[in-house]
């Protein structure tokens, strides 16, 4: 079999992967990056509003401070205190660096970065590049990989980590153009295999974003946590339905766009007489969602979103793929008609749990990254977080990861285990083809957490689903897919549809154990809040079954303390 | 519900197929785009067809093929935009990997051979920067780098001329026009990269989703070592002093 030896494998070429593959070179280590589909084509590049980062560029009282106490209390109190902490100090650093490595943002009037509003940030924080900015991010640090000595291996899949009495050894992947599996022996892996989107019918996640590290990680140990925070983004297209799910970036309402129901009224300003369209997601997208169920939506089943009274000249300066994607898709002209949209699942809260400081993992020499990793955006994650997460986080993950491979010795995949593993990957082929076809049971799961685990929750709507995944669980085992190894994305939907059973298992079993609503997590038979359930909820593999153990949230230092608004319980 | 009949393009060279076109019947709705009729056949009738998407938003370049033997995006092509008869083939100035698959990395090596970003020495921090700047810029920095002008180009299709071709240029005129980056890669475009192959026909700008000006605003300007500083004397000699003052 062929066999790669690298410090460090990047499973993921997202903007979390190839920061840490920056950093992890930077370092010193030798650095191999895989990634499922080409290189510069990973679901960063959709991202559209920007970055958060407290420049106070536009707003100057903006700071540190105010970042960080932004994300805790819109993160409904869950997120850990030190990441957060990290990522308001370190998210402008990372923005200045990446304009050092080319990226061009758009400017002030006095040539300094821009910023814009988003939801639920007190100032206009978003560094931004039109709406492309997860392009121009992603693009710049393709080109400072191309040009380090960097190894990236692109649509090649991985399949398994191997780890031996708790530590890690290496990996396999399949490389879809060859068909030829590759065994990679290496002394730290980093995961940034981004979301799980995918698990849902009605997404803005692209094909790539299937689950794939929670499963890797899961499956050697590796400890999940709040996976039950699934990001519903209030604004996705409704219609035409091939386009259902698509993003209408909170770009929109950030430059002033404003909700409509079928009425014509104003709605936000009922549920959020404040902050109305700018409210944190999860409360303008059940607001939304609210709307629609009580009658007031559109008839392709959504509400209205209008900007066109900012002129074309504006919208096409500030917004023009949202234009362009209206036109093309949906027979809109959004500088003269008002958008429908609805919610759509856009990020997963959750994730592997890690270190703040390292990434590291509970796995010795297994680190996360990333949408892949859990903990910084607690039960919500405010708008641009993300890409800031992605960077700071990437390049802690990198450094801590050459560390830890630099003071290590290489461990061995021994041929047995790998030859192992391509049997048990090459058993999905069978001629007579006569298993399930996976895109049925992926279809038929997608609708299940669509049902069961959506924006609003119920017990006996989340124990169904429950039933349902463990039946698909089964019948997955007997998924058979004509063909062969080259690309054949039959096997691919197969292996992909082994990792989303695992997240929606612990998406759906953290679901039911939160009996309270917080943040993105609305129970509608346990309607409220409560002190009880400040908690963290954390999965891992038991010996027979997922297993569940609830963690209290780790408690701030009264220096942090002292920034945000307590918590209140009615 | 309407059905429509698609023609896809199969071949799979290390299975030993030759290639042929195969037909499938898809339904359609209202709305839809080449790409859901495609894989609509690659999930529910054959599940060995090999087709590449990722983002279904015209946003990360994967979905490149030629439909009725134009260049497209798949999943920015609507079927009610095209009249009758669909045939999707694989780009053609590539090879082939399997079906609809083309195997596009070449262009990452010849990425890695351009010039990379190198700002001015001595820049005082946070950078300063003016939108008007920043703007012409940005019209390169739209590429999505899905290489269908790489796939109309004549340059490349029937001649090995080893010329880096159009989406390079972009590149190199994204990195030129930077308003503060020190190189000028007209020289790199020129004596590596064969832009004087190129004789402007325009076909890669008129196939760009993106809508570049490709070859107005990016080859004509390379070839001419004028992407860097400005297209007019005047603005070059702004930014020199400007670099003076920034020193
Ligand atoms: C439409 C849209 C707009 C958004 N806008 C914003 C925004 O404005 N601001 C913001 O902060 N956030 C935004 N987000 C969220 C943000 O883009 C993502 O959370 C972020 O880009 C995730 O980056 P990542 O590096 O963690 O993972 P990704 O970019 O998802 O990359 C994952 C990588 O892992 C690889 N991979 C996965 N599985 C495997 C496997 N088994 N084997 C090998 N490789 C694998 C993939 O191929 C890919 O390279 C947006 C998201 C969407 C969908
Ligand atoms: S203008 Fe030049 S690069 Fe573009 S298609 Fe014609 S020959 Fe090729
Ligand atoms: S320049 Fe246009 S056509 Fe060429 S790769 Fe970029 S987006 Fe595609
Ligand atoms: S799938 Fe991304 S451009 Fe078509």
Redesign the interface.
């Known amino acids: 079999m062929h066999r790669v030896e690298c410090d460090i494998l990047v499973i993921g070429a997202g903007g979390a992967g190839l920061r840490a593959a920056i950093a992890a070179c930077d370092a010193g280590a030798r650095v191999v990056v895989v990634s499922k589909?080409?290189?510069?084509?990973?679901?960063t590049?959709?991202a559209e509003g920007g970055i958060a980062a407290s420049?106070g560029n536009v707003d100057g009282k903006d700071d540190w401070q105010a970042h960080f106490a932004d994300t805790i209390i819109e993160g409904a109190y869950l997120s850990d205190w030190r990441m957060a902490e990290i990522l308001a100090k370190e998210a402008a650093e990372r923005v200045?660096e990446l304009?050092?490595?080319?990226a061009?943002?758009?400017?002030t009037q006095?040539?300094?970065?821009?910023q814009r509003a988003f939801g639920g940030h007190t100032y206009r924080r978003l560094c931004h590049?039109?709406d492309?900015t997860g392009?121009?991010l992603l693009?710049t640090l393709?080109?400072?990989v191309?040009?380090r000595d960097i190894e990236?291996m692109d649509e090649t899949y991985v399949t398994k980590i191997f780890a031996r009495n708790g530590r890690i050894q290496g990996a396999i992947g399949l490389q879809m153009?060859?068909?030829r599996f590759v065994a990679f022996e290496a002394k730290a892996i980093i995961i940034a295999t981004g979301g799980c989107g995918r698990v849902y019918k009605v997404t803005s996640n692209?094909?790539?974003s299937t689950a794939d590290g929670i499963g890797l990680a899961y499956n050697i140990g590796a400890e999940l946590m709040d996976m039950e925070m699934v990001q519903f983004h209030p604004t996705g297209m409704v219609?035409?339905?091939?386009?259902k799910g698509?993003?209408v970036t909170e770009g929109v309402r950030g430059e002033g766009g404003i909700l409509l129901n079928s009425k014509g009224e104003r709605f936000m300003e009922r549920y959020a007489p404040e902050r109305k369209e700018l409210a944190a997601r999860d409360i303008v997208a059940r607001a939304i969602y609210k709307e629609i169920e009580e009658g007031r939506g559109t008839a392709h089943g959504g509400v209205y979103l209008d900007i066109s009274h900012l002129g074309e000249a504006f919208i096409k300066h500030k917004l023009p793929?949202m234009y362009?994607?209206f036109r093309?898709?949906?027979?809109v002209d959004i500088t003269k008609e008002a958008m429908e949209v609805a919610p759509t699942v856009h990020y997963q809260m959750g994730g592997i749990r890690t270190d703040p400081e390292t990434a590291a993992t509970n796995i010795d020499g297994l680190f996360a990254a990333g949408e892949a990793a859990g903990g910084l955006h607690g039960g919500n994650r405010l708008g641009g977080n993300s890409l800031a997460d992605i960077l700071v986080f990437g390049k802690r993950a990198g450094e801590a990861a050459s560390k830890h491979a630099l003071a290590s010795k290489l461990p061995e995949v021994s041929e047995a285990e790998a030859l192992q593993e391509t049997r048990r990957v090459s058993s999905y082929l069978g001629k007579s083809a006569k298993g399930p076809?996976?895109?049925?049971l992926i279809e038929e799961l997608r609708e299940s957490m669509e049902n069961g685990v959506g924006i609003i929750r119920d017990r006996s709507g989340l124990s169904k689903t429950l039933k349902e995944i463990s039946e698909l669980k089964s019948r997955q085992a007997q998924v058979r897919?004509?063909?062969?190894l080259?690309?054949?994305?039959?096997l691919l939907?197969a292996l992909a549809l082994e990792n989303m059973l695992v997240a929606c298992e612990a998406i759906t079993r953290s679901a039911l154990e939160r009996r309270e609503s917080r943040g993105a997590h609305w129970r509608s038979d346990f309607p409220r809040k409560s002190r009880r359930w400040h908690v963290n909820m954390v999965c891992f593999k038991g010996a027979h079954s997922m297993k569940l153990r609830t963690v209290r949230v780790r408690p701030m230092p009264q220096r942090l303390k002292r920034l945000i608004k307590h918590e209140v319980y009615r | 519900m309407t059905t429509i009949r698609l023609s896809i393009r199969r071949c799979?060279p290390?299975?030993g197929i030759a290639p042929h076109f195969q037909e499938y019947d898809v339904p359609v709705?209202?709305?839809?785009?080449v790409l859901?009729a495609v894989r609509y056949a690659?999930?529910?009738i054959d599940?060995?067809?090999?087709?590449?998407?990722?983002?279904?938003?015209?946003?990360?370049?994967?979905c490149a093929a030629e439909i009725n033997n134009v260049p497209a995006l798949m999943c920015?092509t609507?079927i009610d935009d095209l009249a009758g008869r669909i045939t999707v083939a694989p780009m053609r100035a590539y090879p082939i990997?399997?079906?609809l698959?083309a195997?596009?990395s070449a262009n990452?090596e010849t990425?890695?051979r351009m010039p990379?970003?190198k700002?001015f020495s001595n820049l005082k921090?946070?950078?300063?920067?003016?939108?008007p700047d920043?703007e012409r810029?940005?019209e390169f920095?739209?590429c999505?780098?899905c290489f269908l002008c790489q796939d109309v180009c004549h340059v490349i299709r029937e001649h090995e001329t080893g010329y880096f071709g159009p989406r390079h240029v972009v590149k190199a005129a994204s990195?030129d026009t930077?308003p503060l980056?020190s190189l000028d890669r007209s020289k790199h475009m020129n004596e590596e990269g064969g832009i004087g192959y190129c004789n402007i026909t325009k076909c890669c700008q008129e196939v760009c989703p993106e809508k570049i000006r490709i070859t107005d605003n990016a080859i004509i300007p390379e070839k001419e070592g004028a992407a860097d500083g400005a297209y007019d004397p005047l603005m070059r000699f702004i930014r020199s002093a400007k670099k003076d003052i920034e020193g």
């Open positions: 589909s080409l290189l510069g084509k990973a679901h590049v959709m420049l200045y304009e050092r490595y080319g061009l943002f758009d400017r006095d040539g300094r970065i821009m590049v039109g492309k392009l121009e693009r393709e080109d400072q191309l040009h990236v153009k060859t068909g692209s094909w790539e219609y035409p339905p091939g386009a698509l993003l793929s362009s994607q093309q898709f949906a027979d076809n996976p895109n049925a897919v004509p063909g062969t080259v690309f054949n994305h039959g939907s | 799979d290390m299975a709705e209202e709305g839809m785009v859901e690659a999930e529910k599940t060995t067809i090999a087709v590449r998407w990722n983002c279904e938003a015209a946003r990360c370049g994967s920015k609507r990997v399997k079906d698959v195997d596009v990452y990425e890695r990379a970003f700002p921090e946070p950078w300063k920067m003016w939108q920043v810029s940005k920095r739209r999505i780098e990195l930077h980056d």
